[in-house]
């Protein structure tokens, strides 16, 4: 590695003041002769914008592909000559508490409304001794289709009893992510970043087609968890490829970009949602874009970092040489000779198969480890339980869901400016602090007060987006480069389970309405105290190997400690 704190002098071999031994040269150095931010870095970007938009379109699909239409029992037809249905509908279904019809029962048998007749079914007069008696729908559901043809709701019945199984899908499609993150995360290391990239996007297309031909429910709940397994390569690989071409004055700027394309996924999946109603065209219509994906990764680099860790040094050359083109640096041939990468390899290869014990196995590491899969369990667990709950907004669905899209922009460039001026660590504990904050302030308020909930309600999607912007960045510069994908992948399972679990934590309502709002803002205030056990990364160096980690990068209080350096083998 190379000096972390700028202003000191470093002979070669050596550095001075607070400095380490580095060898002849670092891969710093070397992204500092080919350039560390030029067109090259900017086409990778962009090129690696693609799965920024699928994965929200796909994240956040059960808003539209799960929702619940207004519904009631299915009913005799009504008479040809009776013109209020109201009055109607209310000689077969009981009221709630509210004064609402009921979506999940019946009478036993039909009331007659005042000054009404009910033909057919033996009718019995309102005036009865006690409660009329009630039962399920025994002939299924009516829907309203005026919002949505079709949903995954309407085409199996998953309301009322079944409403459970309507959250299923969504957890069991984290849990999907959550498993391919452990999978991708140490098989990129393993094999490669791009390589892994390819496989994540074939198998997001076969599988969204295969959800969308689905004939049951079950078959629909396996194809999407296998759905969510694919997509959990984007969500690990995608951050790492573009920020191991980066030099450290640019990561900032170009990992809010490359975020910024999730918050116009959103949006769009606004916009995709209004256009087509039916559920199945919908997933096809977010499943496709796989398709330029996978052309796209014809341009698209491998990590040189990562090939110089595994030796490879002669196509780690072929990608220095191509990087330095496109950002018009001439190099000569000595300072990228096949003797000098070998020499910086050589530096290097210190964890030749990465294992998630590495994570573990030192002090300094291990206690990164454990603080970010609580931050990153937060983060998801705050963001998708705002996310998916786009109802009591006043808003319609579509309109909603682009509102929430559009607020994460400003939030996006708040983040810009807090981590380069406040550092990750305190933007990271201040964006999980806002949104428990926010969830904790919507408990105050009387319903009267809609407007300011809807505000509160928005706040709360900018900070949990915030928080998610923050902790790819921050976990990534946490992370040596031979364990950078290894501890993406733990921490992004510890994420997905959140992610899991966020859906059925809004069926705590049935124990106590404001449960919900007060777990997901609990579980976020808890991420925020984490995050403030984390290192400031701002203005370091991505560290190559784990001793870099262990010297550097422990928290403020542990930094005059002397820890015996260690070597994480397989």
């Known amino acids: 590695m190379v000096q972390v704190v700028s202003g000191l002098n470093c002979a070669e071999g050596a550095c001075s003041g607070d400095g380490w031994w580095v060898g002849s040269m670092g891969f710093e150095e070397l992204l500092e002769q080919v350039g560390g931010f030029g067109l090259f870095q900017v086409r990778n970007v962009f090129l690696l914008a693609l799965p920024r938009l ?46 609402t019809l009921s979506s999940c029962l019946r009478f036993t048998h039909p009331q007659a409304p005042h000054n009404t007749t009910l033909q057919g079914e033996g009718q019995s007069p309102r005036k009865l001794q006690g409660e009329p008696s009630t039962e399920p729908c025994p002939q299924g559901w009516e829907y309203d289709r005026s919002e949505f043809s ?85 969500t690990i690989i995608v951050i790492t490829l573009e920020m191991e071409w980066l030099d450290v004055e640019h990561r900032t700027v170009a990992g809010v970009l490359s975020s910024s394309f999730w918050s116009v996924g959103v949006m769009l999946l606004a916009l995709v949602g209004y256009l087509i109603r039916d559920w199945r065209w919908l997933l096809v219509a977010v499943t496709l874009p796989s398709v330029p994906g996978i052309v796209s990764l014809w341009w698209v680099p491998e990590s040189a970092r990562w090939l110089l860790t595994q030796g490879r040094v002669e196509e780690a050359r072929r990608y220095l040489l191509c990087c330095a083109k496109l950002n018009g640096r001439p190099v000569g041939e000595d300072s990228l000779s096949l003797e000098t990468l070998s020499k910086v390899a050589a530096g ?180 925020a105290c984490t995050a403030l056990l984390l290192p400031e990364t701002r203005h370091a160096q991505l560290p190559e190997t784990i001793q870099d980690v262990e010297r550097k990068s422990a928290p403020s209080s542990l930094q005059e400690e002397e820890i015996p350096m260690k070597q994480a083998h397989d």
């Open 54 to 99: 699928i994965m929200p379109m796909q994240f956040l699909l059960p808003i539209f592909l799960a929702a619940v239409p207004a519904h009631h029992c299915a009913l005799p037809g009504t008479p040809a000559n009776f013109s209020h249905q109201d009055a109607w509908l209310e000689g077969y279904l009981p009221q709630e508490p509210d004064g």
């Open 150 to 234: 079709s949903t995954i709701a309407t085409e199996w019945d998953l309301v009322c009893e079944q409403r459970g199984l309507n959250r299923v899908t969504s957890t069991l499609f984290f849990a999907g992510v959550l498993v391919g993150a452990v999978s991708f995360g140490y098989l990129s290391d393993r094999f490669g970043r791009r390589r892994l990239l390819l496989v994540s996007y074939v198998s997001t297309l076969v599988m969204g087609l295969a959800s969308a031909a689905s004939v049951s429910y079950v078959m629909f709940v396996i194809t999407r968890t296998l759905t969510g397994a694919a997509l959990s390569g984007f």
């Open 348 to 527: 290097e290869q210190v964890v030749q198969r990465p294992s998630y014990l590495d994570l573990l196995r030192t002090p300094r590491l291990r206690h990164i480890s454990l603080c970010c899969v609580v931050v990153w369990f937060a983060v998801n667990f705050a963001y998708y339980g705002l996310s998916l709950n786009v109802s009591g907004l006043g808003l319609n669905v579509y309109l909603t869901q682009l509102l929430f899209g559009a607020v994460e922009l400003p939030a996006k460039l708040l983040v810009y400016l807090s981590v380069r001026y406040a550092g990750r660590r305190l933007t990271q504990a201040g964006t999980l602090l806002g949104t428990a904050l926010t969830l904790g302030g919507r408990l105050l308020l009387s319903p009267e007060m809609a407007s300011w909930s809807t505000a509160l309600e928005v706040i709360g999607k900018g900070c949990s987006e915030s928080s998610f912007t923050t902790v790819y960045l921050f976990t990534t510069e946490l992370y040596p480069t031979v364990l950078r994908q290894t501890g993406l992948g733990l921490t992004a399972l510890m994420g997905r389970l959140g992610g899991s679990l966020a859906p059925l934590a809004t069926l705590l309502d049935g124990v106590w309405l404001p449960l919900p709002k007060l777990t997901y803002g609990g579980i976020a205030l808890l991420g």
